[in-house]
């Protein structure tokens, strides 16, 4: 299974090299169609080695018994690792290629490209450039996330301190007003702006209680 994995890697590769150096490098429409023949040529290579995993893998789930809790349990570990291939999962990538695409950060590779090499796939340095790059990226997405988890939690000091200063200048423009009917719209907007006070402190105050972010000072002396 791994040696066919590996394989289906192999050729989603050369397929994303042929669209990148004779696809889209074709000098006239007629090149670019004889392009797609080596594309075709690859597609059949990659289905023949998808059917040799379909099958090893159905092979795999008679020999165990689904009457054993044991087996069962081994099972559905190893059918976890190795999942069925769908023809999402095959779609040529190019970020390995092009490294420097913009809108390819949130991109997130398939399963096929978490299973450990076999010794021909640690030999083939485009696979390594490929993990490299996705590395960076995943990289890159976590500290993203969690700059965000910081820049939240000032974001909900923000808005509670907005309906708070909104309601003290209702108040304020309530005392100084002369007319009731002045008076008595003042305090209903102030009464409107300290409910969504309450409102917003009692629903961050759930999400601040699930999820405690780190403190911008307490990430910065833990790198220093």
Request: positive net charge; contains cysteine.
């Amino acid at each position: 299974m791994n040696d066919a994995l590996q394989a289906v890697r192999t050729a989603i590769g050369y397929k994303s090299l042929l669209y990148r150096t004779k696809v889209r490098a074709a000098p006239s429409y007629k090149s670019r169609l004889r392009s797609y023949d080596d594309i075709h040529v690859v597609d059949d290579g990659v289905r023949k080695y998808v059917k040799i995993y379909s099958n090893a893998r159905r092979a795999i789930q008679h020999l165990y018994d689904i009457n054993d809790t044991n087996d069962c349990r081994a099972l559905e570990d190893i059918l976890q690792k190795y999942c069925a291939i769908k023809p999402e999962d095959l779609r040529a990538n190019t970020a390995v290629l092009e490294v420097f695409t913009p809108g390819l950060c949130g991109q997130h590779a398939s399963w096929l490209w978490h299973i450990k090499d076999n010794l021909a796939g640690r030999d083939d340095s485009w696979m390594t450039n490929f993990r490299r790059v996705m590395w960076l990226r995943a990289h890159a997405r976590k500290c993203r996330w969690d700059k965000e988890r910081i820049l939240v939690s000032f974001e909900m000091e923000c808005v509670v301190r907005s309906f708070k200063k909104k309601e003290t200048e209702w108040r304020d423009l309530a005392r100084s007003a002369d007319l009731s009917g002045h008076r008595a719209y003042a305090h209903r907007q102030a009464a409107m702006w300290r409910g969504l006070k309450e409102y917003a402190e009692d629903i961050f105050r759930c999400v601040q209680m699930e999820v405690q972010p780190e403190s911008y000072t307490v990430r910065l002396c833990r790198r220093l």
